[in-house]
Structure formats: C-alpha cells, structure tokens
C-alpha cells in the first residue's frame, strides 16, 4: 500500500535478527557480545523476561 510502512521483520526469512529492535541495556549487552551462541543468549533472555512481565500483569 502506497504511504504505509511496514516492520521489516514481517517480510523477512525466519532467523532473521534486528537487535536495534532491543530496549537499549539488552542492545549494549547485544553488540558487546563475543560470539552468536552469547548473542542468542541475550535475545533469549530477553524474549523471556517480556514473558515473566506478561504472566505477573496477569495474574497479580
């Protein structure tokens, strides 16, 4: 659609990562990072706090 934007994750292959997506202590903790298995440490610690937030909203 002409004048919309879209998030360049919807069109993008699985696995693809966009760590200026990341709140910035999650994006420092990112780039300083010394290798992929880290980074991938990193988004998953991350991906699983949003979960922990999400649960204590909804249930306390």
């Known amino acids: 659609m002409k004048g919309t934007t879209h998030h360049p994750a919807r069109f993008s292959p ?13 994006k420092i903790r990112f780039d300083e990072a010394p290798d992929s298995s880290e980074k991938r ?7 699983s706090g949003m979960t922990d937030r999400y649960v204590m909203d909804l249930y306390t």
């Open 14 to 26: 699985p696995g693809t990562i966009y760590p200026e997506m990341l709140p910035r202590t999650f």
């Open 41 to 47: 440490r990193i988004l998953a610690d991350y991906i």
